[in-house]
């Protein structure tokens, strides 16, 4: 087993499929009056989280918890680091509080790469950036594996942001190794020519998601990230929602079969639209629960658990 998940890129796909496995075993769990195993009894799990978050700080929380650890949550607001605290200064006070595990978001792209060097701990990326968030890929390949049956073959379509979304690099990366087809749709400005054939060369790239939906098998919105945006990318949102947003008449493109996913957090009309996140197609809400269960065996599977 590897000791970081600093990259979805660090899983080839039997590691991947163990932690898929185990996640399911993990989710059956979920549906018992007691959730809780005593296998990371007397371990330590830190949340250091230095960017806003609502479900992967909760899910990384409640998966630490469910496995019997200890959980230290760590916010950068309120903490040292509005003192001007490095990184490599908190990594050091991590290490003399002997943590097993630190689970980091963080606005610098490779910030958990720098965190690996200093900790004797396991690493997880919780999402550096603009970068990666391997834990976000592999609970959607769980989703789309327990909705559809397998990954091999699959067709997915990565919609919107892919510029500023971890989400999606990650996602590629994964899909990829699994056996996935995937095609990114978005306009011109948010998917520069480079960026999916660095990614992998076999991604396909499509500036018309009309044309892409009937093929598809899953289609994953992704967030408009003004917050990441310095520049205008496209002339209004009423025009972005126009060429790129998920509405009813749209998703009716789909096969029957197909499912719609987001990780959240949602611009609702925007991106998507309110009918199509509450319709019986979107797996918005599943996501999130087996967010839990794929972080539950990461940490399981990381601090030296067996399948
Ligand atoms: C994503 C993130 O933070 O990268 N959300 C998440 O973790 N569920 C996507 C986003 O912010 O748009």
Known sequence: MIKHLRSAADLDAATATLILDTAGEMAALAGREVKKLPTLRGRTVVNLFYEDSTRTRISFEAAAKRLSADVINFSAKGSS????????????????????????????????????????????????????????????????????????????????????????????????????????????????????????????????LDSVLPDMDVVMMLRVQTERMQDSYFPSAREYSRRYGLDIARMRKLPEHAIVMHPGPMNRGMEITPEVADSSRSTIVEQVANGVSARMAVLYLLLGGKA
């Open 81 to 208: 680091v509005s003192k001007g605290e490095s990184l490599k200064d908190t990594a050091l006070t991590l290490q003399a509080m002997g943590a097993d595990a630190v689970v980091i978001r963080h606005p610098a792209s490779g910030a958990p790469h720098r965190l690996a060097q200093w900790v004797d701990g396991s690493v997880v990326n919780a999402g550096d950036g603009t970068h990666e968030h391997p834990t976000q890929a592999l609970l959607d390949a769980y989703t789309m594996r327990s909705r559809l049956g397998r990954l091999d073959g699959l067709k997915v379509a990565i919609v919107g942001d892919v510029l500023h979304s971890r989400v999606a690099r990650s996602n590629v990366l994964l899909l990829t190794t699994l056996g996935a087809e995937i095609t990114v749709v978005g306009p011109p400005t948010l998917i520069p020519l480079d960026l999916a054939a660095a990614l992998s060369p076999a991604t396909k790239v499509s500036y018309d």
